[in-house]
């Protein structure tokens, strides 16, 4: 390989919705993705929610890319078979405190432009979900969820099919800006080293994408691109329990939680886990410790009154690339064409957690427009 036009590192859910976007406007495309195939890492180990963008400020990108990214998520896949459902989702408040708490979220929300939102009484909540117990509860009706494998390998072949090369168990070792792009410098499976040139290099990269920044020659403290991973472990209902919860339980919201609280998803096949707790790390492991059974059963007894510890069993684990420090406040998504780094033709996604999966096609259609705009595809 010598000279390609537009370099996608990392092929997770968005460096593959990028690609996407960008193929068809270029000649010669190539995907990098150090493990063995696609979506292995933070786009397969999480809670396959279609999100609503319930959250996040209205000012914030990252509201804005969830709430188009369901609509553009929403029609690729009734247009490619992709299966997903619009079981909703209920936030529920145990106490007047919390429901105050919601009231609140639900305000966000309408300044955020979503529309479908209702305050359900308790008696209003027994109606739909009699097994669950609250004081009050915000009822979302147009969160989903997803078959997110399936949207990986669809998205996978789409990019082939529109000429993209994907080059599985590569690493992106070195990064040289020249006069027509970047130098990429890659290991190869068997640890050989080779180099091509690239116009564009889109660093997708997830976990790892603020050391592809790094070697891109950008001071990652001085960008405050340094990202602080955060695990999440899940676990599963079992002893047929799952048939006891229709929608998508959440707890009321946390001022500058890690996470979104330990909630209740269903999946497509009607299974349901509990998770993710949130806890920084510094090594990277997918691990779940069985003693945390016990913390996850008290976080939610109360909305849940009829699970037991021993109904949970250990399922699986995730970890996300988060931008904002243990006690710092909440940071939005980075989406950076660099050339005020002085780094033309380098886009930077960095801290892409959750919903970045429901945002994944709207963050593609808006790295294509950098580019674009830069008059570089």
């Known amino acids: 390989m010598h000279d390609v036009d537009v370099t996608v590192v990392g092929a997770g859910a968005v460096g593959l919705a990028c690609a996407y976007e ?34 996040y400020p209205p000012d914030h990108l990252k509201t804005r890319l969830c709430i ?14 992709i299966p997903f459902a619009l079981i909703g989702k209920l936030v529920v408040a145990t106490n007047q405190q919390e429901l105050q708490s919601i009231q609140n979220l639900m305000h966000n929300a309408i300044n955020c432009g979503i529309e479908d939102l209702s305050m359900l009484s308790r008696e209003e909540i027994k109606k739909l979900e009699p097994h669950i117990e609250g004081a009050g509860a915000l009822s979302s009706p147009g969160t989903g969820i997803i078959d997110s494998h399936r949207l990986i390998k669809r998205l996978e072949s789409l990019c082939l099919a529109l000429g993209a090369n994907m080059l599985y168990k590569t690493c992106l070792a070195g990064i040289d800006q020249t006069s027509r792009g970047f ?10 080293l080779y180099s091509f ?8 990269a997830g976990l790892n994408s603020a050391h592809i920044a790094a070697i891109a020659g950008i001071d990652i403290s001085a960008a405050s691109y340094r990202l602080y991973p955060v695990k999440g472990e899940y676990f599963r209902v079992v002893s047929g329990k799952h048939r006891l919860v229709n929608s ?43 003693e945390h059974a016990g913390e996850f059963y008290e976080s939610i007894h109360d909305i849940m009154p009829f699970l037991a510890k021993k109904d949970l069993v250990p399922d699986m684990a995730g970890v996300r690339p988060k931008l904002q420090a243990p006690g710092a406040p909440i940071r939005d998504f980075v989406v950076a064409h660099e050339s005020s780094l002085g780094i033309n033709g380098l886009v930077n996604l960095i801290g892409i957690e959750s919903p970045g999966l429901t945002g994944c096609l709207a963050i593609g259609k808006m790295v294509c427009s950098l580019l674009r705009d830069a008059a570089l595809i």
């Not at 609509?71 to 078979?81: A, S």
Request: with cysteine; proline share 6%.
């Open 22 to 55: 960008v193929a068809p406007l270029v000649k010669n495309l190539v995907i990098l993705e150090k493990h063995a195939k696609p979506g292995t890492q933070i786009s397969s180990r999480n809670s396959e929610v279609i999100h609503a963008g319930l959250y």
């Open 68 to 81: 188009e990214g369901r609509r553009y998520l929403l029609d690729f896949c009734r247009q490619h078979q």
């Open 183 to 192: 130098t990429c410098t890659v290991k190869a499976p068997d640890n050989t």
């Open 197 to 204: 040139t690239s116009r564009v290099l889109i660093n997708a």
């Open 248 to 290: 998508l339980i959440y707890p009321s919201p946390q001022r500058h939680l890690a996470g979104l609280g330990i909630h209740a998803t269903k999946d497509l096949s009607g299974a349901l886990r509990l998770g993710p707790n949130a806890f920084y790390v510094n090594e990277l492991d997918y691990d779940v410790n069985p």
